[in-house]
């Protein structure tokens, strides 16, 4: 089809294209950039710019890129199931439970958003360490006879930290979701038999599904890139493919195989996202 | 069985309140089985309310409604023997039709081959074959209609409750609509309890209407007797066009009163045509249909009361004109309806004409 320039598209263009520039430049630009590198080779000081797949033989096939890889996707499944399954409830209650302050609740929410993350991260720190808030506080009750050491330094403490991180983006889509419900539909379900619990398994949660997957990928693709989170409170167990990626650009000085391992940790993201987006669609109309 | 004294829903002096403000003030009703029943009245009036608490999504704050003899306090919304048609339709959008309509048999746990019997039995029964497959957002106002309909039919309750169902149509669907709704309701006997505040339409469908004003039922009659013996000026004014001319009683006998009228002048009642409620020393206002007053284009054969006036305005509609005439001694024009039938021609603004009315066609207020 012809492309007619008209006023109309000129005006859109010129609205857009500030934020388009910046897109280009800043994003698709260094995109482009990673994915060039990746087929590169680093020869100690030099780029050599040949062709190669040996960047991707050795990412796929290292068993401890794979590890890394492997442990990523794990540690942020992990993080969006309990995110998502501690959002729900409070999405829920905001938005068939609160009548008033509304918009007072969704503000308490954004307020952890109030420190920086870094300082978050290290907050847990303090609160899950071996003298920490949570230690001191239990043994001083009695309940434990000496501190509890699986919370810090592990796997467990990335989840944690990162659950509550991202808990704010994965309850608003839901909230939305939800606040979108025609509430004449859970009275026609009711009218026509269905006990609470069976209306939200019917109705409710399939009509929630759109915020759920937004929650999922939202808080599913950044995770398996934090590399700050898992370097303070992660130990050696809970080294991430973002810390290894971030290594190989600096430390390690062969870029090549940082940008290989970057650009499949994105294809493997990508071909899971796409996947529970897909699922979401159909569990949406299917549920019920 | 049910003898055919307990009605289909008792309702008795139910209160219904939200925080300080009154929604119903202690209704009382009788609804009878197989019974075509509207609660018409203004928005605000308690009527959707009503609707709600016999269909249990608002509990009552005090009073009971039975239901084929069974009080409904302690039963909740889903186990009530009511279906509902609601206003939006409330059709579910991830479902398609067949799911729709087979979405309360499935809670029954119904076979799946019993439930696509009953479910393509009833959507022929409203004329929806062939669209099982359609989700809502593939269907037209009327036909979501249809479905919601069909929805509450496949369910066979004892009772179906439809709130404002054919406000959202156009007016000739609602029309076409109306007269379905009403021969379907005959065909299978099934009770309905109609919310509207349109009057045309609950005149035209139902067997006994319940006008409301500010929680409270102010008759509660058949659509002739509410149009043709309204208990007051509100429900007059309500259900049809109404003149309302001052009136005072002159002189009394045993059988009868003489009201002396603005404009009209004296008439002879007889005494039983006043309502229960109202006394002749009550009586302030008497009211006339427009179409109860006549344009007389032939005074040869009118033996009745007339009235010299004047012509100031003439709606023409085809059918009928609607004429506003002034009598001497009266600021506001009276409104008389004339059928334009053969002979009949339209008197023009500006002309003198003689309005001829009947004693019959007065209908007495207290005030």
């Known amino acids: 089809m012809a ?11 010129k609205l857009i294209s500030p934020t388009f520039g910046y897109v280009l430049v800043m994003l698709a630009a260094p995109l482009l950039m990673v994915i060039t590198f990746s087929f590169w080779t680093q020869d100690y000081l030099t780029i050599d710019t040949t062709l190669t797949l040996d960047n991707y033989r050795e990412a796929w096939t290292q068993p401890l890129y794979q590890v890394l890889m ?13 995110t998502v399954l501690l959002a729900f409830p409070i999405a829920y209650y905001l938005s068939f439970h609160v009548k008033k302050r509304k918009a007072l609740w969704l503000f308490l929410i954004t307020v952890p958003f109030w420190t920086s993350y870094l300082l978050r991260v290290f907050l847990w720190k303090v609160i899950l360490g071996y003298n920490g808030v949570f230690n001191t506080t239990l043994m001083g009750l009695g309940f434990i006879e000496e501190p509890l050491t699986f919370i ?53 949660l399939p009509l929630a599904m759109p915020g759920i997957v937004a929650s999922t990928l939202i808080v599913l693709i950044p995770t398996v890139g934090d590399f700050i989170t898992p370097r303070l409170v992660g130990g050696t167990d809970g080294l991430m493919i973002s810390n290894m990626i971030q290594i190989q650009f600096g430390k390690a000085n062969n870029a090549p195989l940082g940008a290989a391992l970057a650009v499949s940790a994105m294809v493997v993201i990508g ?18 | 069985m049910q003898d055919d004294k307990t009605p289909m829903i008792a309702i008795r002096d139910v209160v219904k309140k939200f925080g300080s403000f009154t929604a119903l003030h202690g209704i ?11 609660l018409l009245g203004p928005s605000g009036c308690g009527k959707t309310t009503l ?30 023997p009511t279906n509902m048609v609601f206003q939006s339709y409330a059709i579910f959008p991830h479902l398609n039709v067949e799911e729709n309509v087979g979405y309360g048999l499935k809670t029954r746990k119904m076979p799946k081959k019993d439930i696509a019997r009953e479910v393509a039995e009833v959507l022929s029964l409203v004329d929806m074959e062939g669209y099982g497959k359609r989700k809502a957002h593939e269907l037209s106002g009327g036909q979501r209609q249809r479905v919601a309909l069909a929805r509450a039919l496949v369910m066979k309750p004892k009772v179906i ?30 009770t309905f309890i109609l919310v509207t505040h349109d009057q045309e339409e609950a005149l035209i469908m139902s067997d006994r209407i319940a006008v409301m004003f500010e929680g409270q039922i102010e008759q509660l009659d058949t659509p002739e007797g509410l149009y043709r013996r309204p208990v007051n000026k509100r429900v007059a004014s309500f259900i049809g066009v109404m003149n309302f001319l001052s009136a005072k009683v002159t002189e009394q006998t045993d059988t009868h009163l003489t009201l002396d009228m603005d404009a009209l002048g004296k008439i002879d009642l007889p005494r039983d045509r006043l309502g229960e409620d109202i006394t002749p020393e009550s009586i302030g206002t008497v009211g006339v249909r427009p179409e109860m007053l006549t344009v007389l284009f032939d005074q040869s054969d009118w033996s009745q009361n007339k009235v010299e006036g004047e012509v100031v305005d003439t709606e023409y509609y085809g059918d009928m004109t609607y004429y506003k005439v002034r009598l001497p001694g009266r600021d506001a024009p009276l409104s008389i309806s004339m059928r334009n039938t053969a002979g009949r021609s339209v008197v023009p603004p500006g002309s003198p004409v003689t309005v001829g009315w009947g004693a019959e066609s007065i209908v007495v207020f207290g005030d």
């Not at chain 1, 492997?70 to 309990?82: F, M």
């Not at chain 1, 996202?273 to 549920?287: E, N, Y």
């Open chain 1, 3 to 13: 492309w007619r320039f008209d006023r109309e598209a000129g005006q859109g263009l």
């Open chain 2, 28 to 38: 009382t009703a009788d609804i009878r089985e197989g019974e075509f029943f509207s």
């Open chain 1, 70 to 82: 492997w442990r990523s996707l794990k540690i942020s499944l992990i993080v969006t199931v309990v």
């Open chain 1, 271 to 288: 071909l899971i996202s796409a996947g529970i987006f897909f699922a979401g669609k159909k569990l949406g109309g299917r549920v019920r």
């Open chain 2, 161 to 190: 409750l439809l709130d404002e169902p054919l406000s959202a149509l156009d007016k000739k669907l609602r029309d076409q609509m109306q007269v379905e709704l009403r021969s379907l309701q005959r065909s299978i006997g099934i």
């Open chain 2, 51 to 80: 609707l709600r608490t016999i269909a249990g999504f608002e509990p009552t704050t005090s009073g009971t409604i039975a239901i084929d003899g069974k009080n409904m306090a302690d039963i909740p919304a889903n186990d009530r």
């Open chain 1, 152 to 204: 810090l330094y592990n796997l467990n403490a990335v989840v944690i930290t990162l659950a509550h991180a991202w808990a704010p983006f994965a309850i608003l889509p839901i909230f939305v979701a939800l606040e979108k419900i025609d509430r004449s539909l859970l009275e026609a379900a009711t009218d026509l038999g269905d006990s609470p619990m069976r209306r939200f398994f019917r109705i409710t």
